[in-house]
């Protein structure tokens, strides 16, 4: 019974550290991808928090219960906080500083316009999925 939880053990966290290098090469892809820096920025936030997340748990699991395992997880509920936040200031550090934003952004002057638009889109939705 005991080399049965060690197996379930194994598998489960070579699965989850086989999942978050699966998410770190998407995010190389999509970093050196994508043209737009905010583009870029998004892939690699989004890879960054997933992936360590999922090899930090997968090692977790390898560790068992001890001190370090409490500090992995401390390190993971930190980077899910901070990590959103980061990307948020440098995101509009780029929207307040890049003069061509607007060749790569579209930008409305009120937020009705985007509503009207958002809303013709759903209409437009909702009458293909009837046909």
Not at 23 to 41: P, S
Request: glycine share 12%; with cysteine.
């Amino acid at each position: 019974m005991l080399g049965m939880i060690e197996w379930v053990r194994l598998l489960a966290g070579g699965g989850l550290l086989a999942c978050g290098l699966g998410i770190f090469l998407i995010e190389l892809y999509g970093v050196f991808h994508f043209k737009y820096v905010l583009n870029r920025m998004h892939a690699a936030a989004m890879g960054d928090t997933l992936g360590i997340s999922f090899s930090l748990v997968g090692l977790m699991i390898f560790s068992g219960w001890n001190f370090t395992t409490l500090k992995m997880g401390l390190i993971v509920v930190f980077l899910w906080l901070a990590s959103p936040v980061s990307s948020h200031l440098l995101a509009k550090l780029e929207v307040a500083t890049n003069e061509r934003l607007l060749e790569n952004c579209k930008a409305y002057s009120n937020l009705e316009k985007l509503e009207k638009e958002l809303a013709g889109k759903e209409e437009k939705a909702e009458g293909g999925k009837g046909q």
